[in-house]
């Protein structure tokens, strides 16, 4: 017999966490702990950042912990707003450190598949999430994808499956959001 899906058990917690359960959130963050410690891996790989793993995955878990109210219905629910959480912590940290009166920086990001010909793109933490910022307005799932690549270091068929489309619209949606960040990157 074959384990059950963690899914369902994340979407009880999940439900049970909206309902007050001060423990379900961080039952169900343990039952997608090792993905997200996969995707903090891939993200700060990118960066020149740093944190390590497990602290971008902690920081993430205290915004989400600590926010007002929990959304997430679901384990791709969850997954998506801890890629937009590690974003947050990401910026906080490139704010901090820029905001160091001993002469911190901005940090940079490593963009390598926004170039159409194979060459590395490089923009700071900061301007990312500006242009993220300016895509949402225009094409909010086209942010989304950026988000669950960069932030999320999720690949293209988990993007696909996180956010329910096809791999075709996928490709077609981040094909757009590349020609706009190519297009909207400071050189």
């Keep these: 017999m074959e384990p059950a899906s963690p899914e369902p058990e994340v979407t009880v917690l999940l439900a049970r966490a909206r309902d007050g359960d001060t423990q379900a959130l961080g039952a169900a963050f343990s039952a997608v702990y090792e993905e997200l410690k996969r995707a903090a891996r891939s993200q700060l790989r990118r960066s020149r950042n740093g944190l390590q793993t497990t602290a971008l995955v902690h920081e993430a878990y205290l915004k989400l912990a600590g926010g007002s109210q929990l959304t997430a219905t679901d384990r791709n629910h969850l997954l998506a707003l801890s890629a937009r959480a590690m974003r947050q912590v990401l910026v906080d940290d490139a704010r901090a450190r820029k905001a160091d009166k001993r002469g911190g920086g901005q940090e940079a990001l490593t963009l390598g598949a926004v170039s159409g010909n194979g060459e590395q793109a490089v923009v700071e933490v900061l301007a990312l999430d500006e242009l993220l910022q300016s895509l949402h307005a225009a094409d909010e799932r086209a942010a989304q ?43």
Aim: charged residues 30%; positive net charge; glycine residues 6%.
């Design 145 to 187: 994808i950026v988000e669950l690549r960069y932030f999320g270091g999720y690949s293209e068929t988990e993007i696909a499956q996180l956010l329910g489309i096809s791999d075709r619209t996928l490709r077609r949606d981040w094909r757009k959001a590349r020609a706009f960040l190519l297009a909207e990157m400071p050189t």
